[in-house]
T-cell receptor, first 117, second 107 residues
Framework: GAVVSQHPSWVICKSGTSVKIECRSL??????MFWYRQFPKQSLMLMAT?????????EQGVEKDKFLINHASLTLSTLTVTSAHPEDSSFYIC?????????????FGDGTRLSIL | RKEVEQDPGPFNVPEGATVAFNCTYS??????FFWYRQDCRKEPKLLMS???SGNEDGRFTAQLNRASQYISLLIRDSKLSDSATYLC????????FGGGTRVLVKP
């Protein structure tokens, strides 16, 4: 149980393109989803917390206009990297927590490798 | 100071040896604790929850010290496949992850 699906797994596109990444909780409802970014050989960095039906909470240093987050339902959050540039190339990972269970771990998606040429 | 801190390592461990490392947290209101394992170029996966009384899962033992505000992970009889980065989470008022401890098990 507690499966999180992230799509796409790989994206290669030209500089200036906007890229949308989807994160779905397949068998549970997630009031809150989290978006992380990880550069090679670095630790996982929380970018933002996505709350269903309200605005996302961004961590310090993360541009909200650059990284648009939409959490329209209890099972889907999307991250859009707008006008992506090579420095945005990274491994993006989402996670979710089950709405109905307290004190539970995060369930991670498989991640999305974004390469901007 | 970060809310959750881990020794980044790497811990170089001979195969079959025991290795242990800690994760300190600053938020005393943290209520639940977890260890995750992250392999290179993969997403983190839950290794085990950490319970107040300590818990064991095969070769892995997790403990919580609320007074000193840290959790620990001990790996016995290390296998080559245990090589990974181990992340701790101290959840509660705010989602907080440590930066991870890298473990390299060598023959």
């Amino acid at each position: 149980g507690a499966v999180v699906s992230q799509h796409p797994s790989w994206v290669i596109c030209k500089s200036g393109t906007s890229v949308k990444i989807e994160c779905r909780s397949l068998d549970f409802q997630a009031t809150t989803m989290f978006w992380y970014r990880q550069f090679p050989k670095q630790s996982l960095m929380l970018m933002a917390t996505s709350n269903e039906g309200s605005k996302a909470t961004y961590e310090q240093g993360v541009e909200k206009d650059k990284f648009l987050i939409n959490h329209a339902s209890l099972t889907l959050s999307t991250l859009t990297v707008t006008s992506a540039h090579p420095e945005d190339s990274s491994f993006y990972i989402c996670s979710a927590k089950n709405k109905g269970i307290s004190n539970q771990p995060q369930h991670f998606g498989d991640g999305t490798r974004l390469s901007i040429l | 100071r970060k809310e959750v801190e881990q020794d980044p390592g790497p811990f170089n461990v001979p195969e079959g040896a025991t290795v242990a490392f800690n994760c300190t947290y600053s938020n005393s209101a943290s209520q639940s604790f977890f260890w995750y394992r992250q392999d290179c170029r993969k997403e983190p996966k839950l290794l085990m929850s950490v319970y107040s009384s300590g818990n064991e899962d095969g070769r892995f033992t997790a403990q919580l010290n609320r007074a000193s505000q840290y959790i620990s992970l001990l790996i016995r009889d290390s296998k080559l496949s245990d090589s990974a980065t181990y992340l701790c989470e101290a959840a509660g008022n705010k989602l907080t992850f440590g930066g991870g401890t890298r473990v390299l098990v060598k023959p």
